[in-house]
């Protein structure tokens, strides 16, 4: 009996020790925001393996990608934990973002910033040393014009939604970099996929947090744009744009008629879904463009990687 409940004691003192781990755990998952900078990392990983096909026409360095895709996750990482530093307050204002560590007070705003300086110059430094200074440069950026730039617009101009598609559009060309050691019309090919994908996603979830966004006081287009006319305009024109954007890689390199098929295919559809958003104009509408983006991005950066494996 003494040992049956010892046991019980000590369990119960083991839960109690490790729900703290766990919580720091979730805190750190989502301080870094793990799952949204897991598609930085299979972005700058499409971005290398299309260098490694047209530019050096070479197996993959397997060296250098994993030292790539460490150096950019970091910098991710750490753009992300400052970003929810400076715009902890703003963050407690809406139900989306309220449990946030920081916006729910479970971390200060002095060591997430902490935190956030240190992951971002260590990944940096790793680029610099381990890659090269056009990749360490392109991270560079993207931490600046996110975390400067992008954050602070979001409270005076619609126009931030632009600015914030272009961090979220440089990691392919991270990885394109850290293997041709220069940026071309095939790297711009794929910033642009991801520049003009980016608009008709975000709209979609801002016509979605409207409320949200409207509380915290971000001038996202639908909070201003109380009619979604402009909005559903940007994302008819953004979505024709993509279908564009995917074919530039046929257009400066041959690829094979089943990429080009595919790519239209799957912007068509994407676009019919954009266009259904901007005619309804109700949030079901919305919710479906919104996973219609998260579909097509795996799918067509999949069918031009593996077009370019084959």
């Known amino acids: ?80 934990v400052l970003n929810q530093a400076w715009e902890y307050r703003l963050d407690a204002l ?9 916006a729910a007070g479970r971390m200060s705003a002095t060591e997430a910033s902490l935190l956030g300086l240190v992951m971002s110059i260590v990944g940096f430094a790793y680029l ?5 200074v056009l990749a360490a440069a392109l991270a560079g950026a993207t931490i600046v014009i996110y975390v400067l730039v992008y954050t ?34 095939e790297a711009i090919g794929l910033f642009a996929i991801l520049f003009c994908w980016q608009m008709p996603h975000f709209l979609a979830i801002a016509i979605l947090c409207r409320d949200d966004y409207a509380a915290a006081g971000y001038k996202m287009m639908p909070v201003v744009d109380a009619t979604l006319a402009r909005t559903s305009r940007w994302i008819v024109a953004f979505g024709v744009l993509l279908i564009a954007a995917s074919l530039m890689p046929a257009m400066v390199r041959h690829t094979s008629i ?4 595919v790519a239209v295919l799957l912007g068509g559809a994407f676009l019919a879904c954009g266009i259904r958003c901007a005619l309804l104009q109700t ?28």
């Open 258 to 261: 089943l990429y080009m098929v």
């Open 283 to 310: 949030r079901p509408a919305a919710r479906l463009a919104f996973f219609a983006s998260i579909v097509y991005l795996p799918l067509a950066l999949a069918a031009l990687m593996i077009e370019r494996l084959v």
């Open 94 to 102: 809406m139900t989306r973002t309220a449990d946030r560590p920081v």
């Open 152 to 185: 602070p617009l979001k409270r005076v101009t619609t126009m931030n939604t632009l600015v914030g598609a272009i961090p979220g559009a440089i990691p392919p060309v991270i990885g394109y970099a850290a293997v041709a050691g220069k940026i071309d019309l």
């Open 1 to 80: 009996m003494i040992k049956v409940a010892s046991g019980v004691d000590n369990l119960s003192s083991f839960t109690a020790a490790e729900a703290p781990v766990r919580g720091r755990a979730a805190d750190f998952m989502e301080l870094t925001k793990a799952r949204l900078n897991m598609m930085v990392l299979i972005t700058t990983l499409i971005g290398f393996v299309v260098a490694s096909s047209s530019v050096t026409a070479a197996p993959l360095d397997w060296w250098l990608l994993m030292q790539t895709l460490i150096g950019t996750g970091l910098c991710a990482a750490g753009a992300s």
């Open 128 to 132: 610099l040393l381990s890659v090269n």
